[in-house]
């Protein structure tokens, strides 16, 4: 995704407020929403393996190579 999710300022919101003026609830577009939704699940995604090991990118490469039986060859991404 190379896209900039918008700011909390950017969102097309509407507020319900209260007799006194306080917002109590908002009203998101729903293509909004489920933006928002996808994000926040790819965020508790994120945060759940926070503390699994990491591999570097040579590392990776390598197994990528180990596992597809080429050693010195480039390997192309789709």
């Known amino acids: 995704m190379d ?3 918008p ?3 950017q969102l097309n919101v509407q507020y ?3 007799p006194t003026g306080e917002k109590t609830a908002v ?3 729903l293509r909004e929403f489920e933006e928002l939704m996808e994000d926040f699940e790819d965020l508790a995604a994120i945060a759940e393996r926070r503390n ?3 591999t570097s990118h040579k590392d990776f490469v ?3 190579r180990l596992a597809d039986g ?3 060859r480039p ?3 789709p």
């Open 75 to 77: 390997i192309h991404f």
């Open 27 to 29: 009203i998101v577009p």
């Open 70 to 72: 080429r050693s010195r």
């Open 52 to 54: 699994e090991p990491t």
């Open 62 to 64: 390598a197994e990528l």
């Open 3 to 5: 896209h900039q999710r």
């Open 7 to 9: 700011t909390t300022s």
């Open 16 to 18: 319900i407020t209260d």
